[in-house]
């Protein structure tokens, strides 16, 4: 048997999922992306962003991914429209110097939260590229991907 | 002499760039994003998206990208909002089976259409994970950068 | 004893009606529309959107649909903003060459869906008047109404 | 010659026009749209609408659609996003008793407002459709249609 | 023991707060500001606002102010989206002709909707201020604050 | 002659003010506003917002300020969609420890900016609010009025 896109109709329209037969749970999604600049601008930021740990970039970027969150659904066609119980954006340097965000999103309800954690890390990324792009265009945004979901039909761990 | 943040002022709190004095000038960007998705759901795709160039799950992401890039003032907290006077999203797969999504944005105006351009394509693959998150996670956003930006003080053209 | 507007308070003033009191119940709303083009525009879309059902035209105007559905409480000032189950929006083309486009709303709450299943409904008539206003502006959208809803106090269906 | 879908690439994907080599004029649009209530809620609006021409109803449309307008652009996918140098709303009852929405839009930009000047109108009919409803659904929104623009590359005038 | 910023994480990051816990109760908060305009207004709204009570300035706020308290997590960086059961807001003239804006709002959920109250009656005061500006900048608005909730872990009635 | 609300037509309808025959200028306004918190709550602000000038609270409300200022016309009924060319905000504490904002808007443009430096204000306000009630409610938004505007046909400095 053939598994289908689930948001295209049998005459392979786009369309929501149904989702009011769904269960109400508690449902938690973590994404991660990743910022890579180049080390002029690294160093820009050392002085400030990553030593005080904060940084009026990083904390920008924060405040722009849970709000870039709360819109999922005005910018992903087909996501239903959810309210959020938590929204949190983490933003560490890690050894190799790149930016890491990590965007956790938590409902309750009846469709998981993977692509509002999604949207936030990648808000904030975009958010981090604004603020540093009068430096240099040396800037890339990789590896957006979800790491973990909880409470929906299948769980999912990213190995 | 030091180079600042433009998004920060002296006493490092986040601010727009004030653009009044900057001329009118026609600008555009051109920025990329990369979406892996897996095997599976790429013979999914193969069938209708690559093929015939009219699939469903391709032009969602176009219209989501186009629609995104329309809100970039909305989610990038210091850009400028601004019109656009044109916007296109150009996805195509690439011969390492790796989905390109291409979003071109141009303005008349005082500053650059940079973010709008980096915002629509990440909306765009966004909207790509959605569509297909029902058959794997195993989905990756990577490389989302500008490509091109022409019309402000100085050009840039990734090598 | 005369019945008043639930949207005006004792002195007249505009105000939400309150339904904190209403029982959580699975509503659904079906609202249609029409629109009516000239026959110049109809033979273009003949080609494309009605013999393969998967045009472009009517492809973008579901997705507007959708998206302007979410957006009800945005716009129409006193409806409660809510969460959606469920949106689908079907086009087609009727033996006199009308365009007939149908709007399904679904929710599990306190309210009922037929302001999202008109807006929806709406906003993908005028999305397709937008992708051919570029032929003729002989073009009308009519009749936009409510076919059915169920879930609330009273069901509704058109006769 | 063949004319093309200028909201359709030639791959046939959806895109905005690029209006960027038009030229900047004042353009103006009118939109028309009739809302026809049953008796028993046309009775209900006579006493206060109608009569003192300040009743909360239409007053509450008028806003609702010079708001809408404004978000024309974030619900129509392919618009430009575009300021307006003006946005009316008038609301009459006509002779039939029907109500007759009409809404102007105006701006001196690259792109005409005729979709600003429907959605204006489409949203005020929503509007009054959401204030009535609890009287009874036998409401239908009809004929929206533009009635004039000026200033774009053909002007346009309904018989 | 120390309290801390519900808002700041132990680094001091702006973050949403988890009510994922909290219980799903009835809660209503009222908040209010207080408009103080020069005379000259004053008496144009005397004529027409506050003898029949249904002028368009004060309208045209309350409906603003609804809808305003609908857009609160847009606007509020770290408020929950939640949906409403009820928002009113009411506009009198008291004794020392100061221009009085109440906004209660209501809900079922997990968090409070104080700064929906709160959002509500300021943007109910700015719209009256754009309304009045055109006769002089002599406007203030003053003493927005919350009057009262229930529903949550404490209750607060102003004394 | 009387004069009459420039928002309100001849038959006291709400409406825009027509600013197409208005001259593009470059125009610029400030508006300020007072909060008031409780002493156990400046007391925690001052020993991270107030003398480092980089606490979260204060960089959340700036940045929450020029979002809002942003959303201008999406909040006040018959605000026109314009531009920004800039906005600031600034918070300081002054003398008698209140949270002085100030918000600074700047466009080129038909039309002024007070509104935007106005709503930028006042959103910073609501969002200190926020972020402190978890503390108590004896808060207080107080003072919030028009400082000065620039570039329009009469200019304003507030005494």
Redesign the interface.
């Known amino acids: 048997m053939k ?1 289908e ?5 049998a ?10 037969e769904k269960a109400v749970t ?1 449902r938690t999604a973590v994404a991660q ?1 990743i910022v890579v600049l180049d080390e002029a601008i690294m160093d ?1 930021l050392e002085n ?1 962003e990553i030593h ?3 940084g ?5 970027a ?3 991914g ?3 969150a ?2 999922t ?18 933003i560490v340097v890690n050894e190799r110097r790149e930016v890491v965000i990590t965007c956790t999103a ?5 469709t998981g939260v ?2 509002e954690a ?2 936030g890390a ?2 904030a ?3 981090i ?7 240099s ?1 040396e ?8 790491l973990k ?1 909880t409470g929906g039909k299948r769980d ?1 761990k ?1 190995a």
Not at 5 to 9: A, I, K, P, R, V
Not at 11 to 20: A, F, N, Q, Y
Request: proline share 5%; net charge positive; charged share 30%.
């Open positions: 598994q896109f689930s948001h295209l109709s005459e392979g329209d786009p369309r929501m999922v149904d989702v009011s508690a992306t820009r400030d005080t740990k904060k009026p970039v990083f904390q920008t924060i405040l722009a849970i709000m870039g709360k819109r659904s005005d910018l992903i066609p087909l996501c239903h429209p959810i309210g959020l119980d938590n929204c949190e954006v983490n938590r409902v309750t309800g009846r993977e692509m999604l949207t990648s808000v990324a975009l958010t590229y604004d603020m540093c792009k009068g430096f265009h800037i890339e945004i990789r590896e957006t991907k979800l979901k999912f990213r």
